[in-house]
């Protein structure tokens, strides 16, 4: 608990006030509380998840943490581990506060219109080896953070299952925050009636916290009474800095720290700062002098939010405590009866309350006062958020008129900037991109002269766009929008904004006139200029990719996300880097070579068709249909489905087995009986092994290598029943010989010689080896008879032979 003496200034007299305020603590599940000399530690422990090799966005897995309120820093421990008998392999990691970080670790590069670095990106870097990476994140902001790991492989290789080790890496992060106990909570002042001073003796650094409520539009702190204790010669007549920071605490090396000096500022030390609305605030004091004595007061100045041009003149404020000196009511400035009666039955409800309870007290204003033109609230317009199906997808409208319609036009006033407010909600509207469009209405008359409005895109706060069109930044810590009317193609421009920080955002409009140069500004003829705007939100960039690119949504971590998945070599966030594409010959040349190739099948199915294989023929018709369609369905952006992409792939893997099995087992020469079991049979235990993992090696193996020994276990016994050499020399070197060299070639360029890059040229290769291999390996026609047992058909038994007569007997329904 930490208490402080306040004096309230304003009527004839003073009152003394000590308000105690209690710092409570909130954690969560995965944090740990423990208290330590000179603040308090908190732990977050994150277990390992596995990170994947980044080919584009959609490989990041995602981790969220939860940092607590005033945290000095953050110490952030990683750690990574493989698989047994695996290399260690390099992770990264990035790490922003409020949304996911948008990142190309491809470098590549990010569409034009694209609004990407707005917030600090941190960077780990580190091995699977179990050797932590440690991180530290000083006065980070309260609130979610988020990281996207992944693992870093320039390696292109395409590694088939069951042949290399399955690795995989898991990353377990560990955070400790430390928290700044000793923070005094300030009862700020609302402009014009009251003035709350809150004297201090700071030696080193003190924090103060205050919150901000809504449509504040301005906030003074002022510092005044500083008396320097044990005064040198020499020492400022204040030497006070002051840092303030919107929800974290101020640091001096953050760019959204507002730093000021008041060694020169005569008495009293004034910070005017934009605040940001509903928020925690924190104000930081230090000095390099033993001590320093002052006085503080923070100040607001609040707007109203329809009218925009008006001050809120009542406050009330909740006090822990009352001291004696202000319980008197003589000193009580003159108010209206009303007022009066309600200000002493509060009092007089009070008077025997126990002295720690809390009371209300109201200040009325004494004089009501406005700001000059140029320190006025701005008209504003909180726009309507319009949610429809999907994720992401929602927009902002004006609110609606009084018959209910949507305005499409908004009049904006050429004397002072308009603001207009949206805000978006954490974890369910970050994971799409924002875009927000301007326009100037091509009904304006350009006659006389020209407009222009100059934007201001910004969150949290308010940016006014800067005039000054030589100015180096139009828009500080902001995106700024240009229209005017001297074409069309400066009449409307755009911003895309990819994962969106929640909270509050502005569009900051201002216009005015100029002559047929845009450096030659004019006063404007009218009062008002007319703009169309649109701020919409949808997955990916409008819910597209372009041409070589489709649009996915994920989910990692418990968060939904949606991103582009390029092909043909695109990369980029929307698939518009063209630096390592393919051109079209070479899409077209490689579409045509992995469909075209299956047609090696066809002297397979011609031979099988002469030699009487017929159930042999229709699986290499059945492989060579699926295998050209498949493949023909896979390619982008040149493709063709002829059903589901999934059916077909599961056709194209059962069939290719299934084409090694009836093979081996049409080479193995077996009795007809034998050799329809284990065709059905055979088909069967394909089918279940492709279903349940169609892109192992087992599923491979094991068909293949069981009709291997079978076939090695006929050749044995037809070896010993004929008592010389089977199959013959001529087909062990013309046919086999061949046949298994083709194979050895194909299976070796399948398992080791695929890349991302050769893909197309050496499937292509594997497609046509593996049909000549069949083409050499089926065996000639059987000399026996087309059952292949060779056994003369028993006749009947003559008494079965004979006719059978049955009695036929009337039917006739009961009446």
């Known amino acids: 608990m930490v208490c402080q003496r306040m004096i309230i200034m304003g009527w004839p007299g003073s009152y003394w006030v000590s308000v105690c305020h209690v710092i409570l603590l909130s954690t969560g599940v995965t944090l ?78 990010f569409p034009s219109g694209m609004w990407i670095n707005r917030s600090h990106v941190y960077e780990v870097h580190l091995r699977s080896d179990l050797k932590p990476a440690l991180l530290s994140v000083p006065f980070p902001v309260a609130g979610d953070w988020f990281m996207v790991a992944f693992i870093n492989d320039t390696s292109n290789r395409i590694t088939q299952a069951g042949l290399f080790p399955s690795c995989h890496s898991w990353l377990q992060s560990e955070v400790e925050y430390r928290q700044e106990d000793q923070i005094t909570t300030v009862v700020p002042e609302i402009h014009s009636h009251q003035e709350i001073q809150l004297y201090q003796k700071v030696e080193g650094s003190e924090y103060y916290r205050f919150y901000v409520p809504s449509s504040t539009w301005l906030v003074v702190v002022n510092i005044s009474k500083c008396v320097v204790l044990d005064e040198g010669e020499g020492s400022p007549s204040c030497p006070i800095d002051i840092g303030f920071r919107t929800r974290a605490l101020p640091d001096p090396n953050s760019t959204d720290t507002v730093v000021h000096n008041c060694a020169d500022d005569g008495e009293v030390c004034t910070l005017e700062v934009v605040p940001e609305e509903e928020a925690w605030h924190y104000i930081q004091l230090s000095t390099h002098q033993a001590a320093v004595q002052l006085s503080m007061a923070v100040k607001f100045y609040m707007c109203d939010e329809q009218g925009g041009s008006s001050y809120h003149l009542l406050s009330r404020l909740y006090l822990n405590q009352l001291c004696s000196e202000g319980s008197s ?16 039955s509060t009092i007089e409800s009070e008077e025997n309350a126990d002295n720690m309870e809390s009371r209300r007290i109201l200040f009325m204003p004494s004089v009501k006062r406005k700001r000059n033109l140029q320190d006025s609230c701005w008209p504003r317009h909180n726009l309507v958020k319009k949610t429809f199906g999907g994720n992401f ?13 949507v305005p499409l036009l908004l009049n904006i006033t050429n004397d002072s900037p308009t603001l207009l407010t949206f805000n978006l909600e954490p974890i369910i509207d970050i994971g799409g991109t924002l875009s927000v469009e301007l326009a100037v209405s091509p009904f304006m008359n350009i006659t006389l002269h020209n407009f222009t409005v100059d934007a201001c895109v910004s969150h949290g706060k308010r940016k006014e766009p800067n005039l000054d069109v030589d100015a180096e930044f139009k828009c500080p810590r902001g995106h700024s929008l240009h229209v005017n009317t001297s074409s069309l193609s400066a009449a409307a421009t755009s911003v895309l904004i990819p994962f969106p920080e929640p909270g509050p955002w502005y569009l900051t409009l201002r216009s005015g006139c100029y002559l047929s140069n845009a450096s030659e500004v004019t006063e404007c003829t009218v009062n008002e200029t007319t703009v169309l705007f649109s701020i919409t939100s949808a997955s990916c960039l409008h819910g597209k990719c372009g041409r070589y690119g489709s649009c996915y949504q994920y989910i990692s971590g418990g968060f939904i996300f949606s991103t582009c998945v390029c092909d043909a070599g695109y990369r980029g966030w929307a698939c518009t880097d063209k630096s390592q594409a393919m051109a079209n010959w070479q899409l077209i040349l490689a ?100 279903e349940y993992d169609r892109t192992g090696l087992w599923v491979f193996v094991v068909p293949s290598a069981s009709a291997f020994l079978i076939m090695v276990a006929s050749w044995v016994w037809h070896c010993k029943h004929l008592h010389s050499c089977y199959p013959t020399k001529w087909y062990w070197l013309t046919c086999l010989l061949p046949g298994v060299l083709l194979s050895a070639t194909g299976l070796f360029c399948y398992a080791f010689l695929e890349t991302h890059d050769n893909y197309y040229y050496v499937h292509s290769v594997w497609h046509a080896t593996m049909a000549l291999a069949i083409l050499c390996l089926l065996p000639p026609r059987r000399e026996k008879d087309e059952r292949g047992d060779g056994e003369e058909v028993e006749p009947l038994p003559v008494c079965e032979a004979q006719p059978h007569f049955i009695e036929a007997q009337v039917y006739s329904p009961v009446p």
């Open 32 to 109: 740990a509380l423990t208290t330590q000399e000179g603040g308090t530690v908190l732990h977050e422990v994150l277990a390992g998840r596995q990170v994947y090799v980044y080919r584009s966005y959609k490989d990041v897995q995602i981790f969220h943490f939860s940092v607590p309120p005033h945290v000095s820093v953050a110490h952030f421990n990683f750690t990574a581990n493989d698989t047994l008998a695996c290399d260690a392999r390099n992770i990264t990691a990035f790490l922003q506060a409020q949304s996911y970080p948008v990142v190309n670790p491809d470098g590549a590069e």
């Open 329 to 344: 009511m003589q000193n009580l400035p003159m108010m209206s009866n009303d007022t009066a009666n309600e200000v002493n």
């Open 393 to 405: 997808v929602f927009e902002f409208d004006l609110p609606p008129d009084e018959n209910g319609s």
């Open 591 to 690: 579409t045509l070579l992995l469909t075209l190739s299956n047609l090696f099948f066809l002297p397979a199915i011609i031979l099988a068709l002469k030699r009487r294989y017929f159930a042999e023929a229709v699986v290499y018709a059945f492989t060579m249909v699926f295998s050209t369609f498949y493949h023909a369905c896979d390619q982008q952006p040149y493709n063709f489905c002829l059903m589901r992409l999934s059916v077909m792939q599961f056709c194209d893997f059962y069939s290719a087995i299934l084409s090694f099995w009836v093979t081996l087992i049409a080479m193995a020469d077996l009795p007809h009986s034998l050799y329809s079991f284990l065709h059905v049979a055979g088909a069967l235990v394909v089918a279940l092994g492709v």
